[in-house]
């Protein structure tokens, strides 16, 4: 008798309906060929797979969007780092003496037009460098500015305006600027315009005498071509002195009297204690006419004015718009707008087709960077103490006398 399927495999289903019979199926060889005259077996079905549970496949995609999410913070971190690295390496650049462009922003005319004049301000008392400190007015670094003009190309601007407010300061960065703009005009073959914004005294005449073509604002002052050497004090029958945190002072009333002990002659020279000697005036009043005789010569050169007509017809006179372009000291006046214009024009431009940029502060990235918050070229404003007193650090307010090309008492500015 064949096998029953409870005898082949007692895996295999049965049937469910009572009183059922096993149904025969037909028993195959060691070959695996069905005997003659039965049919062989179907193979059997492929077992069937479970489909994950809704937590399985959430599980799984929770998963999933996890790892994506690492891979995704892990690869920001990496981009992140290496933007780290890379502007480490400015930064141990620009500390190791290489200066960087300044930012630039338009402040006159359409942002995309095709001409670009470049403007660079002198507000201020004209120190020399960043060394000089700061003051508790505004002030500008004349090398740092140079600096900045030296560095624009032929290809990078259309011309230069140089924007002036300045009582005048230091000679060499007075000069300094002056001898940028010519390299300027002389690298680039491009025309400069000099603006003056209210004032422009002493050094700012030196600063700006070079250029192409000078104009001056509604209600300025332009002049005082002259130097001065001090300040130098002399006190008489001191009688006491304090030298303390929170001392007055000096007493003069007799009785006391402070000496310099010293060697070689003269060097001693300002002791507030003794008059100046005849022969000390004359050797620094000699080098005074050196300094005050170039200041001369150069803008007589620039501004086609006879030296003796500067020496003894305007002196260090101070002059109003039209007293100064009688003289020869500006060109004429014009408004912001309409300088701007002449700029164009004075460079072969149509004032349509021309925006004016000028140096902007460091972006903020920058300054996290350890950049400065202020415009390149101006100085930083003087801070104060825990008792509300000045902290003055410029070297016109706390250093040696020195030869100023400044226009009346620079004690203001340094909180005197």
Same mark, same amino acid.
């Given at each position: 008798m064949p096998p029953t399927i409870d005898e082949r495999d007692p895996a295999t289903p049965q049937s469910s309906h009572p009183g059922a019979q096993p149904v025969p199926v037909a028993a195959e060889s060691r070959t695996g060929q069905a005997p003659p005259g039965q049919r062989p077996m179907p193979p059997a079905a492929p077992p069937v797979r479970k489909q994950p549970g809704i937590f399985a496949r959430a599980f799984g995609w929770g998963s999933g969007l996890s790892l994506g999410v690492v891979t995704v913070f892990a690869a920001l971190s990496i981009i992140s780092s290496l933007i780290g690295a890379l502007a480490v390496v400015a930064t141990l650049a620009a500390n190791s003496g290489q200066?960087?462009?300044?930012?630039?922003?338009?402040?006159?005319?359409?942002? $995309?037009?095709?001409?670009?004049?470049? @403007?660079?301000?002198? /507000?201020?008392?004209? =120190?020399?460098?960043?060394?000089?400190?700061? !003051?508790?007015?505004?002030?500008?670094?004349?090398?740092?500015?140079? +600096?900045?003009?030296?560095?624009?190309?032929?290809?990078?601007?259309?011309? !230069?305006?140089?924007?002036l407010n300045t009582p005048g300061g230091s000679i060499p960065g007075s000069r300094a600027i002056a001898d940028a703009v010519t390299r300027y005009q002389e690298?680039?073959?491009?025309?400069?315009? @000099?603006?003056?914004?209210? =004032?422009?005294?002493?050094?700012? =005449?030196?600063? =700006?005498?070079?250029?192409?073509?000078?104009?001056?604002?509604?209600?300025s002052l332009v002049g005082s071509i002259g130097v001065?050497?001090?300040?130098?004090?002399?006190?008489?029958?001191?009688? +006491?002195?304090?030298?303390? !945190?929170?001392?007055?002072?000096?007493?003069?009333?007799?009785?006391i009297t402070q000496y310099y002990l010293s060697q070689g002659t003269a060097k001693d020279f300002g002791n507030p204690y003794r008059d100046m000697t005849p022969?000390?005036?004359?050797?620094?009043?000699?080098?005074?006419a050196n300094e005050y005789t170039g200041f001369v010569d150069f803008v007589a050169t620039h501004r086609k004015i006879p030296a003796d007509t500067i020496r003894n017809e305007l002196g260090a006179y101070m002059f109003d718009n039209a007293r100064a372009q009688q003289h020869g000291l500006i060109d004429g006046t014009a408004n912001i707008d309409q300088a701007y214009r002449r700029a164009a024009e004075l460079n072969g431009l149509d004032p349509a087709q021309v925006k004016v940029q000028q140096p902007a502060a460091p972006s903020?990235? /920058?300054?996290?960077? %350890?950049?400065? /918050?202020?415009?390149? %070229?101006?100085?930083?404003?003087?801070?104060? $103490?825990?008792?509300?007193?000045? #902290? #003055?650090?410029?070297?016109?307010? #706390?250093?040696?006398?020195?030869?100023?090309?400044?226009?009346? $008492?620079?004690?203001?500015?340094?909180?005197?």
């Open positions: 200066q960087q462009d300044a930012n630039y922003r338009t402040i006159w005319g359409k942002a $995309d037009a095709p001409h670009t004049l470049r @403007a660079i301000n002198v /507000n201020g008392t004209i =120190m020399t460098d960043a060394s000089g400190g700061s !003051l508790l007015a505004s002030g500008a670094y004349g090398y740092e500015i140079a +600096a900045l003009i030296d560095r624009i190309e032929a290809n990078q601007a259309d011309g !230069l305006v140089l924007q690298r680039t073959g491009k025309k400069v315009l @000099a603006h003056v914004r209210g =004032m422009s005294a002493s050094g700012g =005449m030196y600063a =700006m005498a070079s250029s192409d073509e000078i104009l001056a604002d509604h209600g001065i050497f001090g300040p130098f004090s002399r006190y008489t029958n001191v009688t +006491a002195t304090d030298g303390g !945190l929170l001392g007055t002072g000096v007493t003069t009333s007799g009785g022969e000390e005036r004359q050797v620094y009043e000699a080098g005074l903020t990235v /920058n300054q996290l960077l %350890g950049a400065e /918050n202020r415009i390149p %070229g101006s100085a930083p404003a003087a801070g104060v $103490d825990g008792q509300g007193r000045p #902290v #003055v650090t410029a070297q016109l307010c #706390v250093g040696a006398p020195g030869v100023l090309a400044y226009h009346g $008492d620079p004690s203001p500015l340094c909180g005197r």
